[in-house]
């Protein structure tokens, strides 16, 4: 059984549309965070979520991303109005030994913005 | 911003042979790993290295920090068709911020 569970496993969107991306994790893991990998690309940061909330965030992570652990477990990334670039693999990604460091990644949802 | 550049971009070898790839920050790191990715898979982590000239060894595989810690290799032996992927340098510029990924380095294997 995968320790975290990503869903849509794929998702087709027209240019403009919202799109809600989930993780929902097994266990109770601090650190959180979201990676994107445009096909064939370099696996790209786009925040980090530490203690429910945001600690970093990069230069793509503009404001037409938020991301929310609403419950306590689901972790989710909202893009509020898809652009055509957006198309890309999402990876949430999760941190369970703080010292080793060790960055473990779902098994991706990927988004196509048409 | 800190960037992380990794070549080659591509390897083609022959089973048997040798690989290496290479890792280079423009920023001294704190931590750097190495991540490998199968083909329509997720990246799977390989090794961190933490220390000013650490060399670490997994079976085939030899992963090195340099000594300025802004630089980094892996170097696979005698590669295997398992082999096959895409390896993945990332960067840390301090002990719990957000790994920068390299744009990775696609090797293919023949047998």
């Known amino acids: 059984e995968p320790e975290v569970t990503q869903t849509p496993s794929h998702q087709v969107t027209q240019m403009g549309q919202e799109v809600i991306l989930r993780c929902v994790p097994i266990s109770n893991h601090l650190y959180f965070y979201w990676y994107r990998q445009i096909l064939g690309q370099k696996v790209e940061f786009l925040v980090s979520f530490y203690n429910n909330e945001i600690s970093e965030k990069s230069e793509i992570f503009d404001d037409q991303f938020s991301v929310e652990r609403p419950d306590g477990s689901n972790f989710t990334l909202k893009i509020r109005s898809t652009k055509l670039e957006d198309s890309a693999m999402y990876f949430c990604?999760?941190?369970?030994?703080?010292?080793?460091?060790?960055?473990?990644f779902g098994e991706g949802s990927r988004l196509t913005v048409l | 911003g800190q960037q992380v550049m990794q070549i080659p971009q591509y390897q083609h070898v022959q089973e048997g042979e040798d690989f290496t790839t290479y890792c280079n920050s423009s920023?001294?790191?704190?931590?750097i790993q190495w991540y490998k990715q199968r083909p329509g898979g997720h990246p799977v982590f390989l090794i961190q290295l933490v220390k000013s000239g650490e060399v670490k060894k997994q079976k085939r595989l030899t992963f090195q920090f340099g000594e300025a810690k802004k630089n980094s290799s892996l170097h696979i032996t005698a590669t295997q068709t398992t082999d096959v992927g895409t390896y993945f340098c990332a960067g840390g510029r301090q002990a719990g911020t957000a790994l920068i990924f390299g744009k990775g380095t696609t090797l293919s294997v023949s047998s």
């Open positions: 990604a999760w941190i369970k030994d703080a010292f080793t460091g060790e960055l473990f």
């Open positions: 920023t001294t790191l704190s931590n």
